[in-house]
């Protein structure tokens, strides 16, 4: 069974960071592209950032390009999300998610963390 | 960036009623188009990949159709347990897009 599980939610102050993991399981973690895909409160879905098998390939959206960075880490199954210069607006559910053969549509997701930015 | 509109936004409907929603992406994505359910505090469960194949398990009520721009989920025969917000995603090009989600409420 696949299971992803976040971590590392929390309050957080304007400017501040946060590293968020996931925890992979039940899986060959190395042959998957990994996303995070956020929701805030009340709000729809926003796809943030998707790293390749290997590391080689990431992609951002524009409104996180330059304060957060996506990475993993195959020998411990698990992917992270670097979080700088946090906002207001960075305040959301943040969910880890699997693609489906190298197709970014997502049947596995974690069960989301959540960050709050405020002072 | 490729922009994704859902409509409506929200709705009511009973039990039984055939329910379809709409999607439409602001340039061609072909079939590169998945539809999600959410429900209350939970993660959103894939529906329907490559505009109308069924992901396994998810009842034969749901059904989607359309490619290029517009594209519809459609619900045959409602059910309480379809109560939920429906969200489009394409995933043609970068950055991946949502759409603004549609909400269903049971009359």
């Known amino acids: 069974e696949v299971l992803l599980v976040e971590s590392g939610g929390g309050l957080v102050q304007p400017g501040g960071s946060l590293r968020l993991s996931c925890a992979a399981s039940g899986f060959t973690f190395s042959r998957y592209w990994m996303n995070w895909v956020r929701q805030a409160p009340g709000k729809g879905l926003e796809w943030v950032a998707n790293i390749m098998q290997d590391g080689s390939e990431k992609y951002y959206v524009d409104s996180v390009k330059g304060r957060f960075t996506i990475s993993r880490d195959n020998a411990e199954n698990s992917l992270y999300l670097q979080m700088n210069s946090l906002r207001a607006e960075d305040t959301a559910v943040y969910y880890c998610?699997?693609?489906?053969?190298?197709?970014?549509?997502?049947?596995?997701w974690g069960q989301g963390t959540l960050v709050t930015v405020s002072s | 960036a490729i922009r994704m509109t859902q409509s409506p936004s929200s709705f009511s409907a009973s039990t039984g009623d055939r329910v379809t929603i709409s999607c439409r992406a602001s340039?061609?994505?072909?079939?590169?188009l998945a539809w999600y359910q959410q429900k209350p505090g939970k993660a959103p469960k894939l529906l329907i990949y490559a505009a109308s194949t069924l992901q396994s398990g998810v009842p034969s009520r749901f059904s989607g159709s359309g490619s290029g721009t517009d594209f519809t989920l459609t619900i045959s025969r409602l059910q309480p347990e379809d109560l939920a917000t429906y969200y489009c995603q394409q995933y043609y090009s970068y950055p991946v897009a949502f759409g603004g989600g549609t909400k269903v409420d049971i009359k």
């Open positions: 998610a699997r693609d489906q053969d190298s197709l970014e549509y997502f049947q596995h």
């Open positions: 340039q061609g994505v072909n079939s590169n």
